[in-house]
């Protein structure tokens, strides 16, 4: 409970007009940023990380935190809006947030983002505030093993969700390892798959992946079917922003779980992209709508958003109390509090308690800012999709390529773009998932470093993998979870042979 | 060894380069002056090392208005470094990119095969060395690199070593420490120092090599000790970190009984080939009022690495002398490529 105590001193310290405004000009600013693909948060942030040198670090760790939650909230409403996500962590806010859109409910679906985002920032919050002591503690129990277990997990949770066939899904994943593999092996210190071409040796990132299977290839299938966005007759109005925020606690057990994975999946630190798509998964598992996921259930919108930002906060934690960045927006806020002399580590929290806990008063306050501003914008935003397809076509094709440029200004990433679009054509075509291989670029190389630095570790021995309970009942639920459909159609089958006689 | 000898040659260059430096940039700075904004290449992540000392970099030219152009930082970090130095030989002649990098741009070209040699770069100018230090768990009962290392040797391949990446600094110095003191650890790269540091602290691994300022979080709070640092002299007393203990109490390796004089890494400068030399110059100059700011002292001080400016004769001697060591380690390991 001294964490109570100490928030309050640190609500003294965020609150000052000087704080609120920069607030609102960093969310402001972060949303602006997040609308436009390719300009994501790491990239935000650094470019006015050189302006907040002669800041106070109270205040500069607010504006740099507050242009993220912009980011994460505009990086949302393009993944709805375009099929483009912003952010690689709002890839699983596409799978039914677009589909919402087409519908002509482009603003409950974006009201159902900000909300459900809303919720779970405040939820990873809470979760700072109640456990700072025991998470740095419980973090540093993590090695390689209980790594790779976690993103087994991840990866497990997305396998047997059914849906696309199995083995569809396998190639995608497996496609998806191959890609994540081109560049630099941190392992072996050596390149691999780049065909002695310079280009392959920073590796494929995997924005310029996303542009082009999603926002390319989207394009292409919507050309073919007609021509039209259909939510060109979308009804926009603010009734519609308060009737959605009266849905919401019909989506509560949604919400309840999402915040759950998201806060697990951010202090492990599995990241907010393994969250998203690791509750979207779990959401469309167990929901009595399975069928309409994927066609624009308002639960497929509410899961992946309430995840990904209570990971997004929450791994605020491991960043403050370890000194470890559980995103690239977070290494970047990293590199910031050296640079304004702060040393992140478990010593903060007691040198620093004016700077800790301004930061995580900043950070409700943060998201109540960046709630209200996204919503009332939510109705310009939606209107956007009123603009005739001939016109917004081409700007979308526009974006694609200046957001893939923006992402390293490399001139071969827009080739990179043209090539994902046709793969996310033919992938669309042929009915084969796009998500996991999405999934395996993210984490797929961050998988295989634990997973080989444990085998290091253990001289090659599997058996490290059952070394400890944490890794061992992380392990049991991965496979548990992988075999799921499976076990599900043996238990219906027994059930059924048992009936057999009886009838 | 003959390390020292080339050590003391090399101070004595450094006072003729350092003259030198101070009476050439007065006429230099009339004949080349940028005429268009100057890019920092940076070759690390946001966040990394490298990124943290080039946007220091621009800061205090910044603040003391050490040139009319606006400063870009691009960062190009991809393949360890590699991508910020090919775009490099991309750009011959260009003045205007400003490469910022370590020893990686000499040494990377030997451990993989990659499309740049040493020659598509000019070097400007080093401002510091980030010094290593050998450090185990706070808790660990072993208190001098001594006793660390003898029971070490008398359980071969159990011990783990931590360190940043492959074939690079820290597995240099972890192969250094193995040939030096006949011992055998079990190497395990992460992605980064700070990975390196939590493991450490975590008692997953049972010592590491980091920087100091990879591990003074760590430090601060006694989950990790060092042992002693590869440093040719004491760090300057600060004030104390941890416990008693400030970074000046730390033994050198070499007093603590392990025979490795020094392994530092440089914070290096860059241009393209082919650029004028006035531009050299000028960069040289800009770089040496950087080193001499208020700013800078702090930013060195803060990160506990050790200040020292080296251009010209200086720094290609430094550079002849750390290439020749660091290639004696990659040819007993086996880590040449082609």
Known sequence: ?503 | MTRYASFACSVATATLAATIAVTLPTAAEAAWQPNKPIEFVVTSGPGGGTDNFARVVQAIIAKHKLTDQPIIVTNKGGGSGAEGYIYAKTVPGDPSKVIFGTNNAYLLPYVAKLAFTPADLTPVAALALDEFLLWVNGESEFKTAKDYLAAVKAKPETFKMGGSQSKDTDQTLTSLLEATAGVKFIYVPFQGGGAAATQLAGKHIDSNTNNPNENIGQWKAGQVKPLCVFSATRLPAGPKVSGDMGWGDIPTCKDAGVAIDRFQMPRTVWLPAKVPADAVAFYTDMLKKVSETPEWKEYVERTVQTGKFMAGAELKAFIADDDAKNKQVFEREGWLVK
């Open chain 1, 1 to 503: 409970m001294e964490g109570f105590s100490a928030l309050l001193h640190g609500f003294g310290v965020a609150l000052s007009g000087y704080h609120l405004a920069l607030m609102v000009i960093g969310v402001l600013l972060g949303i602006l940023v997040g609308v436009l693909p390719g300009l994501g948060a790491p990239n935000g942030v650094s470019l006015l990380l050189p302006l907040t040198f002669t800041m106070d670090p109270v205040a500069a760790i607010i504006l740099l935190t507050s242009i993220y939650w912009g980011a994460l909230f505009g990086g949302s409403t393009t993944s709805i809006l375009f099929n483009i996500p912003g952010e690689p962590s709002s890839v699983a806010t596409t799978f039914d947030g677009y589909p919402l859109a087409k519908q002509g409910q482009a603003t409950q679906a974006l009201s159902y983002a900000f909300l459900s985002a809303g919720f779970g920032a405040l939820v990873g919050v809470v979760l700072i505030t109640a456990l700072s002591g025991w998470v740095a503690r419980f973090a540093l129990k993590f090695s390689s093993p209980e790594y790779f277990a976690v993103y087994f997990l991840a990866f497990a949770s997305f396998v047997g969700l059914g849906g696309a066939s199995p083995f569809k899904t396998v190639t995608s994943i497996g496609i998806g390892f191959a890609l994540a593999a081109v560049g630099m092996d941190s392992v072996s210190g050596s390149l691999r798959l780049t065909f002695g071409l310079d280009q392959f040796i920073a590796g494929m990132s995997f924005l310029v992946a996303v542009i082009g299977l999603f926002g390319l290839g989207e394009l292409v299938m919507t050309i073919e079917t007609g021509m039209k966005l259909e939510g060109i007759r979308a009804r926009i109005s603010p009734r519609a922003v308060f009737e959605t925020l009266l849905q919401m606690p019909r989506y509560w057990v949604a919400l309840v779980r999402s915040a759950a994975v998201g806060c697990w999946m951010g202090i492990t630190p599995g990241g907010p992209t393994a969250a998203s798509f690791m509750s979207y998964g779990l959401a469309k598992r167990f929901s009595r709508r399975r069928s309409n996921f994927g066609r624009g259930e308002p639960e497929g919108v509410v899961s992946p958003e309430t995840a990904d930002h209570a990971a997004g906060t929450s791994a605020m934690l491991p960043m403050l109390a370890l000194g470890v960045p559980g995103s690239a927006t977070a290494a970047v806020m990293l590199g910031g509090l050296m640079i304004w002399g702060l040393n992140p580590g478990p010593m903060l929290f007691i040198e620093r308690p004016d700077f800790v806990w301004g930061l995580v008063a900043s950070m409700y306050l943060g998201n109540v800012v960046a709630v209200l501003l996204v919503l009332t914008t939510v109705p310009f935003f939606a209107a956007i999709l009123r603009v005739p397809f001939a016109i917004i076509g081409p700007i979308i094709v526009v974006v694609c390529f200046v957001g893939a440029y923006t992402v390293a200004s490399r001139e071969f990433d827009l080739w990179l773009v043209l090539a994902f679009g046709a793969v996310g054509y033919a992938f669309k075509k042929l009915d084969y998932p796009i998500a996991p291989l999405v999934l395996a670029m993210v984490i797929g190389d961050k998988a295989e470093d634990a997973f080989r630095q444990s085998l290091i570790m253990s001289k090659g021995s599997a058996a490290i993998f059952w070394s400890n309970p944490l890794v061992a009942s992380l392990m049991a639920l991965a496979l548990l979870l992988l075999f799921w459909p499976l076990l599900g159609g043996i238990a219906r089958a027994m059930s059924r042979r048992a009936r057999g006689p009886a009838a």
